[in-house]
């Protein structure tokens, strides 16, 4: 039972384009959102975070969109830069009740150059 | 700051044997967390600590697991008896106080169990 799904396992995208990764989840009780990136031989990073009584947050580059009522959640990049070339995953918690933090199984984001 | 700190980065050990993973939290961080990689299911979220205290342990996959936190600046997560399903990379994460809080990853330790 995956609760937390990024449906695309991979993306490519040309340099200075925009590159949209999205993420669907399951359970209406997650109320706050992340995304990480991932670089090979390296633990995750955080990239940016969206609780649920917000749908956009922006920090430079990067932007995540939430729709509650669709249950998805995107990130979007621009404009995409080869640096930016990792496995990005998104992850959904639940801070109330029983306590929730499950990750989706990620999107291998390549921006060419 | 040297960031969250994991022991070995890589483990490779025989079916049946004993596994320690070590873990280092970030200095004044509450809350950590162990998680294992997988080409299956992802990042998988085993057990996490709020002051050295186990919150919530349902992700352990198997009473082979057992997860300690002595005091604010050690974790291991041992795996006894191993077996090869086990083989996965394991991170450790820690975060300041809570839920919503930037988790940090360590580097990971790769396991091979034979």
């Known amino acids: 039972d995956q609760q937390v799904k990024q449906n695309s396992p991979s993306l490519s995208v040309q340099e200075g384009r925009i590159s949209i990764l999205n993420c669907d989840y399951t359970?209406?009780?997650?109320?706050?959102f992340l995304w990480y990136k991932k670089y090979p031989a390296e633990g995750p990073t955080f990239l940016i975070s969206?609780?649920?009584?917000?749908d956009k947050n922006e920090d430079g580059r990067f932007t995540v969109f939430l729709n509650k009522s669709a249950k998805h959640l995107s990130l979007h990049i621009v404009p995409s830069q080869p640096g930016d070339s990792a496995v990005y995953f998104c992850?959904?918690?639940?801070?109330?009740?029983?306590?929730?933090?499950?990750f989706g199984t990620g999107t291998r984001l390549k921006v060419l150059a | 700051d040297a960031g969250v700190i994991q022991s070995p980065r890589h483990e490779v050990t025989e079916m049946g044997q004993e596994v320690t993973l070590r873990c280092k939290p970030i200095?004044?961080?509450?809350?950590l967390f162990w998680y294992r990689q997988t080409m299956m299911r992802g990042l998988e979220l085993l057990i996490y600590f709020n002051n050295n205290v186990p919150i919530d342990d349902s992700g352990m996959p198997e009473d082979r697991f057992s997860a300690k936190m002595p005091n604010a600046s050690f974790s291991t997560l041992k795996i006894q008896p191993s077996e090869p399903r086990d083989s996965a990379v394991y991170f450790c994460?820690?975060?300041?106080?809570?839920?919503?809080?930037?988790?940090?990853f360590g580097p990971g330790t790769r396991l091979t169990v034979l």
């Open positions: 200095s004044g961080h509450n809350s």
């Open positions: 992850a959904a918690v639940r801070t109330s009740g029983t306590y929730k933090y499950i």
């Open positions: 969206i609780s649920s009584i917000k």
């Open positions: 359970n209406s009780m997650f109320d706050y």
């Open positions: 994460a820690s975060s300041l106080i809570w839920i919503t809080d930037t988790q940090y």
